[in-house]
């Protein structure tokens, strides 16, 4: 009997760990730089994997909104900000 809850203990801690490895995209609220919105969230392996990736994702979608924001003549004043932040989306 006391191997089942032994069992459980052992699978929520190895889920503790599995849950500081996760990653979470954001962005701001288009076209204003305020409020956040989830984006994705990087869980695939281990923490320097998901961070680097989370990170160069977040380069990306940046590098692209500055893209277009320059071809279709968006206002200067029009701004989107990608960031990354450790653990799973919060609101």
């Known amino acids: 009997m006391i191997k089942l809850p032994l069992v459980f203990i052992l699978i929520t801690f190895s889920s503790l760990a599995q849950a500081d490895d996760v990653f979470t995209l954001y962005s701001t609220n288009f076209p204003y730089d305020h409020g956040r919105s ?3 969230t990087f869980d695939l392996a281990k923490e320097p994997f998901n961070s680097q990736m989370c990170q160069e994702a977040a380069d990306l979608y940046q590098a692209d909104f500055e893209r277009r924001k320059k071809e279709n003549g968006w206002k200067n004043d029009t701004k989107m900000r990608y960031w990354c932040e450790k653990g799973r989306f919060k609101k």
Do not use: D, F, K, S
């Open 38 to 40: 989830g984006v994705a």
